[in-house]
């Protein structure tokens, strides 16, 4: 039965599913983008190092910092944190975000201001957008998907000794 204006996605997500991860996503993002820009001052301007390198480090801080909210609230319902399955997320999370975040920022930057004279602050919100817009994309479909990770051997035990257990039931 299907709900009115409540249908799935290509991934075979609900809607309204994807809609209330889209709203987390960018609550957690602009906690993110505070964080990277209290690193930069404090790595650049606190402990003077050069402003690429403060740059690096502060994306990651906020890479990392989105990594636990993302997976502990924004896809909470979907993925479970475990000792397992977290470092390869964080891995994903990182191959793909974290890139999507470094490249696009700069390109995006390079392109905007270089050629349409738009300001760097302006230009700097269009490319947030943009790489925002991907990486919730990346993330749905690919670090939190569903089914992403295999089942940890406790599940397997679990689900097996269920299996079994009905399989001994005429």
Not at 25 to 52: C, E, P, R, T
Not at 88 to 116: D, E, H, P, Q, T
Request: with cysteine; charged share 15%; aromatic share 8%.
């Amino acid at each position: 039965m299907k709900t009115a204006g409540i249908g799935k996605n290509a991934v075979g997500v609900r809607r309204s599913d994807a809609l209330l991860h889209w709203l987390r996503f960018n609550a957690v993002g602009g906690l993110g983008i505070g964080v990277q820009l209290s690193a930069l001052f404090m790595l650049k301007s606190g402990l003077h190092l050069d402003y690429l390198l403060a740059t690096g480090l502060a994306v990651e801080a906020a890479v990392l910092h989105n990594f636990l909210w993302h997976e502990r609230y924004t896809w909470a319902g979907r993925v479970h944190p475990s000792w397992h399955d977290s470092p390869i997320r964080l891995l994903r999370f990182n191959l793909s975000n974290g890139a999507i975040s470094l490249a696009g920022n700069l390109i995006s930057m390079k392109v905007i201001v270089s050629l349409s004279h738009v300001h760097y602050l302006v230009a700097n919100g269009l490319a947030i957008a943009v790489c925002s817009l991907l990486n919730f994309l990346v993330c749905e479909s690919w670090v939190f998907a569903i089914g992403a990770f295999p089942a940890s051997e406790n599940e397997i035990i679990s689900r097996s000794a269920s299996h079994e257990s009905r399989a001994a039931d005429p």
